[in-house]
Structure formats: C-alpha cells, structure tokens
C-alpha cells in the first residue's frame, strides 16, 4: 500500500510563517510529480505549486513568492515554505504523488495519490 502524509499545519498570525511537510511511502518503485493544493471553506480545491523529480517547480498563479515548494527525494518528501502568510490563505492544504507502485514484482502506474490534508488557520 501506499501513504502520503503531510505536517506542519496550524494556527499562525497574519504575516507568519509556515512550512508544511508530505511524505510519501509504501511500495513505492519510483515518485514522480508532488504537490500541493489548498481548498477553503466553501470554494473549490485549487492547486498550489508542484514539483518533478528533477525539482523542476510550476506554482499556480499569485503562489510563487510567498510559496516556496521544495522536495528531498531520498526522504520521498516535499515541503511547502509559506511566508506572509494572509487570513486568506486559510484552507486545507492536500498533498499529492504520482507514483508508480511496485508489488510482487509488477509495477502499476502511474497513479495519483492523495494525502488527508492539514489545516492551516491564519488570523488576522
């Protein structure tokens, strides 16, 4: 089976700090593209940045700046240093892999995975 776990949620005040980790495990044969999406309350999930294997990073639209995406490929783990942070960025932050798993000698994939998602609350 196959886990994606993020940390590093919480409350923080406006203009703050944080830095979210996801971590991906199981039978994993190879991680390719992880990422992060965010979804407030009452709005539709919407992507944050990604990374690839190599490191190469996409952010959405107003992400990058504020939002760096980081990855550490012997760790299988991403981050998402967040600074500046505004009571509208609020949301549950969701991670996401695409993996190829490996089990008993056959491969599947590539497949998405999602994590749970952590909470980030930021007050004004």
């Known amino acids: 089976q196959v886990q994606v776990v993020e940390s590093g949620g919480g409350l923080v005040r406006a203009g703050g700090s944080l830095r979210l980790s996801c971590a991906a495990s199981?039978?994993?044969?190879?991680?390719?593209?992880m990422g992060w999406s965010r979804q407030a309350p009452g709005r539709q999930r919407e992507s944050v940045a990604s990374i690839s294997s190599s490191g190469y990073t996409t952010y959405a639209e107003g992400m990058e700046g504020r939002f760096t995406i980081s990855r550490d490929n012997a760790k299988n783990t991403i981050y998402l240093e967040m600074s500046s942070l505004k009571p509208e960025d609020t949301a549950v932050y969701y991670c996401?892999?695409?993996?190829?798993?490996?089990?008993?000698?056959?491969?599947?994939?590539?497949?998405?995975?999602w994590g749970q998602g952590t909470q980030v609350t930021v007050s004004s």
């Open positions: 996401n892999a695409v993996l190829t798993r490996i089990q008993g000698g056959r491969l599947t994939g590539p497949v998405n995975y």
């Open positions: 199981g039978d994993i044969f190879s991680l390719n593209t």
